[in-house]
C-alpha cells in the first residue's frame, strides 16, 4: 500500500474535520471532474482516495491533481473490492466524519456543508443523488427497502458516517459483491442510529454508458440482494413490492428487473454452505485493517457495481 502527497494542516475553521473517502477503478475519464468539485467546499475536509491498481492512468491523474493542490489529498492504492478500499480508506483518514463519494461523480459546492449540518441531527446523513448521462435507463428509480421507517437504500457514492459509528459497526462487510452500502445502513439503524436525508447534499452521479453495462449493474445488484438475505433474514417485507412493480413501466424497467432477478438466483444457486453470508461479520477486513479480501468478492470489478 503507497501513499503519496500530504493530509492539510489544521484548519482554523470551527467546523469539524470531514475525510472524503473514495475508491476508484479506471476513472480516468471522470476523475478530474470529481476531484474539481471538491475544490470549493467547505473546509475543514481532506479526500483519501483508494485505488484498485487502474491500469488507465488513474492513479497518475490523482498523483498530478495532489501536486498541483498540495495537501488537499492522499492516494493509496489497495487491490480489493469497494468495501475493502472504503475501509482502508477510513483507516487513513482523520476526520471526525466520513464522506463516501465515487469516483465517476461530481458534488455541488454546498454538499459538505449540506452534509454537516445533517450531522449535527444524526451520525448517518444521506444526501440526494441525481443520475446524469441522459440514458433513459438513467431515469429509473432505486428499489427501495426499508427498516424501522428508514430507507436503507441510500447508496455509498452520497452517504455521510460520525467515524465512531462507522467503528463500532466493523465498517463495510468485504464480503459483499455488492450491496455492501445497503448492509452497513441496515446495522447502523437495528444499532438504534437514524438516517438523515440531507436533500441539498446533491451529487451527480454518471449513469452507465450503455446498456449491457447497465444490465451487468442490475445482475449484480440481484446478487447483493441475496447476500443480505443470508445476513439479515427474509427482507421482502421491508420492500414496497407495490410500489416496485408498478414503477416497471417500460422495457429498460422489466430487463433491468429480469438481471436482477436472475443475479438473485445465480446467488442462490452459487451461494450455498460456507459461502453463505452469517450474521457475524468476517474476522478480518474491518475499518482499521487493509486485509479482509475474500474468495468470493471481486476485486473492485470495472462494472462497478452499485445498489440499486
Known amino acids: 500500500m503507497q501513499s503519496v502527497s500530504t493530509v492539510p494542516s489544521a484548519s482554523a475553521s470551527p467546523a469539524t474535520l470531514v475525510s472524503v473517502v473514495v475508491t476508484v477503478k479506471n476513472e480516468a ?22 485505488d484498485a491498481l487502474s491500469h488507465d492512468g ?15 489529498l492522499r492516494l ?3 487491490y480489493g473490492s469497494r468495501g475493502i478500499g472504503r475501509n482502508v480508506g477510513v483507516s487513513e483518514a482523520r476526520g471526525e466524519f466520513i464522506a463516501f463519494i465515487d469516483g465517476d461523480c461530481a458534488a ?35 428499489v427501495e427497502l426499508y ?18 459509528l462507522f467503528e463500532r459497526l466493523g465498517g463495510f462487510d468485504p464480503r459483499f459483491i455488492t450491496a455492501e452500502d445497503i448492509d452497513l445502513n ?4 437495528r444499532s438504534g442510529a437514524r438516517i438523515e436525508y440531507a436533500s441539498a447534499a446533491l451529487v451527480a452521479h454518471r449513469v452507465r454508458p450503455n446498456l449491457p453495462r447497465f444490465l451487468v449493474q442490475a445482475f449484480w445488484n440481484g446478487y447483493g440482494r441475496k447476500q443480505l438475505t443470508e445476513k439479515h433474514g427474509m427482507l421482502w417485507g421491508n420492500y414496497r ?8 413501466r417500460s422495457i429498460i424497467a422489466w430487463a433491468r428487473l429480469t438481471a436482477a432477478v436472475a443475479g438473485y438466483v445465480t446467488r442462490i444457486l452459487t451461494g450455498t454452505g460456507r459461502r453463505r453470508l ?13 486485509e479482509g479480501r475474500s474468495n468470493e468478492s471481486p476485486a473492485h470489478p470495472s462494472t462497478e457495481p452499485r445498489s440499486a
Open 29 to 50: 475519464r471522470n476523475i478530474e471532474g470529481l476531484l474539481e468539485s471538491l475544490l470549493p467546499q467547505e473546509p475543514p475536509f481532506e479526500v483519501v482516495i483508494v
Open 58 to 72: 488513474t492513479p497518475e491523474q490523482v498523483r498530478e491533481f495532489a501536486r498541483r493542490h498540495q495537501g488537499l
Open 76 to 78: 493509496v492504492e489497495r
Open 108 to 142: 455541488d459546492p454546498r454538499w459538505l456543508h449540506e452534509l454537516r449540518e445533517g450531522f449535527s441531527r444524526s451520525d448517518v446523513v444521506a444526501g440526494r443523488t441525481v443520475l446524469v448521462g441522459g440514458n433513459e435507463y438513467g431515469n429509473l428509480e432505486r
Open 147 to 164: 427498516l424501522e421507517g428508514s430507507d436503507v437504500t441510500y447508496p455509498s457514492c452520497n452517504l455521510g458516517y460520525r467515524r465512531s
Open 186 to 189: 441496515l446495522r447502523a439503524v
Open 241 to 248: 413490492v407495490r410500489r416496485l412493480l408498478s414503477g416497471q
Open 278 to 290: 452469517s450474521l457475524a461479520p468476517p474476522s478480518r477486513g474491518g475499518p482499521n485493517t487493509a
